[in-house]
């Protein structure tokens, strides 16, 4: 005889302007709280959910169906989940890919992953668009809104947090081929697909802590200097900064992804700011101003570097721009070897039209 489908616990969704979302518990019984933000991607979510530069934020998905592939662990893009917790329409607790491992329901509940599903995610969407960006929480243990709002005034804004100090290694280790040509990887929250895509390249990567001074990786003798993407402001590490500033002076080549990007953009007076909703998905134009040529690109930032202030600038030059809102997607320096784009050559998930980028650093480095 056939059981009756279990029904889910309740949960709540209470945006900080005070409106509010209802739906049913996924993961783990609890109650999380972040930044509010949107991918709209239509594939990749176990990506996206290890990405570190989601660190501290509340990931709506667009796409209806969450969960229906499953997981491949091998495709995580750091050691767990970095998301504060999940927003989703339909959630599902069985899978169809062979070459998955287990359901979604079940790393949820292993990684301690927080959730609300049933969320008419269309109309949060729209909401968000026109509101923009902004801290949320989700519950589904507690149901009364004014304790819920209690603990939602207590979060912080995104804007003025450092995060990459949270996500980013302890200890250097090396990635690749020894015989190799040697980087450095400064790990402000790096995916492992980028490191994937240098070892691609031939190169020999020791990865660093996000603070390593230049003068911590010259032991390693590097041919050139990767700044990578991650959480959080980059207004707020003015200690960072000043040690960008001595890699991008030293004659090295350097390459940002991301936030590295904004941090090259910040040591050479760039000012950077919060975006209304940020850029997150697999499908946004940009242009290579430098070959005319345009890739389809993936992306996720909530912070981009001020247009004015890139424009005419002494030393960079503007290499890339967003096709949908004209913001700068990329740098480079009119003399020293140093570059930088806004968005994730590497993909996972997304294109691959800008993997040029991985071979024009090691062109740039030689071998």
């Known amino acids: ?69 499953g997981v491949l662990p091998a495709e995580n893009e750091s050691d767990s989940y970095k998301i504060s917790g999940l927003i989703c329409r339909n959630f599902s607790e069985v899978y169809s890919r062979s070459r998955s491992q287990l359901s979604l329901k079940s790393d949820f509940l292993n990684q301690e992953v927080v959730g609300i599903s049933d969320v008419d995610t269309r109309a949060l969407v729209a909401y968000i668009r026109d509101k923009g960006a902004m801290n949320a929480i989700v519950s589904s243990e507690v149901t009364d809104l004014d304790t819920l709002k209690t603990l939602l005034a207590k979060v912080p804004s995104m804007e003025g947090l450092e995060l990459s100090s949270l996500v980013s290694t302890k200890e250097p280790y090396l990635v690749g081929n020894p015989e190799g040509t040697r980087i450095a990887a400064i790990d402000f929250g790096i995916k492992k697909n980028i490191l994937r895509c240098f070892e691609q390249e031939g190169f020999y990567i020791k990865v660093y802590p996000y603070n390593t001074k230049l003068k911590d990786i010259a032991e390693f003798s590097p041919k050139g200097i990767h700044l990578s993407n991650g959480p959080g402001d980059p207004g707020a590490m003015p200690l960072v900064v000043s040690n960008v500033i001595e890699m991008v002076k030293s ?100 294109p691959e039209d800008s993997r040029y980028l991985f071979s024009d650093f090691k062109n740039l480095v030689g071998g």
Request: glycine share 12%; hydrophobic share 35%.
């Open 1 to 69: 005889m056939l059981q009756p489908a279990k029904k889910k616990q309740p949960a709540v969704l209470l945006l900080e302007d005070g409106m509010v979302f209802n739906g049913r518990a996924i993961g783990k019984i609890g109650t999380v709280t972040g930044e509010l933000c949107f991918n709209t991607g239509m594939t990749g979510y176990q990506e996206i959910f290890s990405d570190p530069s989601y660190f501290g934020q509340l990931m709506l998905m667009t796409n209806v169906h969450i969960g229906n592939y």
């Open 251 to 350: 004659g090295l080549p350097v390459f940002g992804i991301c936030l590295g990007h904004q941090l090259i953009g910040e040591a050479f007076g760039l000012r950077t700011y919060k975006m209304k909703n940020g850029h997150r998905g697999i499908n946004h134009p940009v242009k290579n101003l430098l070959t005319g040529k345009c890739e389809i690109t993936s992306q996720n930032h909530g912070f981009a570097v001020w247009e004015e202030d890139a424009t005419n600038h002494d030393e960079l030059r503007v290499s890339h721009i967003n096709l949908n809102d004209g913001t700068i997607e990329g740098l480079a320096h009119k003399q020293l070897p140093v570059s930088s784009v806004q968005y994730h050559p590497e993909a996972a998930p997304g």
